[in-house]
T-cell receptor, first 112, second 117 residues
Framework: NAGVMQNPRHLVRRRGQEARLRCSPM?????VYWYRQLPEEGLKFMVY????????ESGMPKERFSAEFPKEGPSILRIQQVVRGDSAAYFC??????????FGEGSRLTVL | AQTVTQSQPEMSVQEAETVTLSCTYD???????LFWYKQPPSRQMILVIR??????QNATENRFSVNFQKAAKSFSLKISDSQLGDAAMYFC??????????????FGKGTHLIIQP
């Protein structure tokens, strides 16, 4: 009974490189959410996706950040031309609909 | 817009004692969920307890219980018989009942719970 799977757990990038984070939701879940957690802070909503659709990206920066959830395969959060301020833990969560969200273990991005 | 406020950045309790973490929220919705999540040093977000707003009875999960005051928009977490493994960040979270859509979770800033042996 696999939970939400995220990879990589840790990612180190130099400024200007691209970071790609993957999330496979729990089996049967069609709703995927991405959150960002800065040190000593709570989780901030970034984007909500269903299969092949971005439903709400109001929490995601307009530039350099993009997300997708293709028909086949995991959801991907892509950060282009990373800067030091992008260093954070990125959490993916999934749900079937109403009720709780189930979280992955997070991907920690460090930008050098 | 919904907001969730946790006014205690840090709490400390002796092992085996009881501690209460407070949370207030603001919403114009009548149906919603409230949650407490625990984030230990491993950083995994673990659901501790959930409450549906339409239920008057306070939720309980073993040593964890809530005091849900809908009119006051208050949702505190009580941990009884505290154990060393309870040490973690605790986040209060809100979600409208409409579910899906943009209605993911809104989190408070968290309370760091320290357990003194």
């Amino acid at each position: 009974n696999a939970g939400v799977m995220q990879n990589p757990r840790h990612l180190v990038r130099r400024r200007g490189q691209e970071a790609r984070l993957r999330c496979s939701p729990m089996k049967g879940h069609s709703h995927v959410y991405w959150y960002r957690q800065l040190p000593e802070e709570g989780l901030k909503f970034m984007v909500y996706l269903q299969k092949e659709n971005i439903i709400d990206e109001s929490g995601m920066p307009k530039e350099r950040f993009s997300a997708e959830f293709p028909k086949e395969g995991p959801s991907i959060l892509r950060i282009q031309q990373v800067v030091r301020g992008d260093s954070a833990a990125y959490f993916c969560a999934s749900s079937q609909g109403p009720g709780e969200l189930f979280f992955g273990e997070g991907s920690r991005l460090t930008v050098l | 817009a919904q907001t969730v406020t946790q006014s205690q950045p840090e709490m400390s309790v002796q092992e085996a004692e009881t501690v209460t973490l407070s949370c207030t929220y603001d919403t114009s919705e009548s149906d919603y969920y409230l949650f407490w999540y625990k984030q230990p040093p491993s950083r995994q977000m673990i659901l501790v307890i959930r409450q549906e707003a339409y239920k008057q009875q306070n939720a309980t999960e073993n040593r964890f219980s809530v005091n849900f005051q809908k009119a006051a928009k208050s949702f505190s977490l009580k941990i009884s018989d505290s154990q060393l493994g309870d040490a973690a960040m605790y986040f209060c979270a809100y979600r409208p009942y409409s579910g899906g859509g943009a209605d993911g979770l809104t989190f408070g800033k968290g309370t760091h719970l320290i357990i003194q042996p």
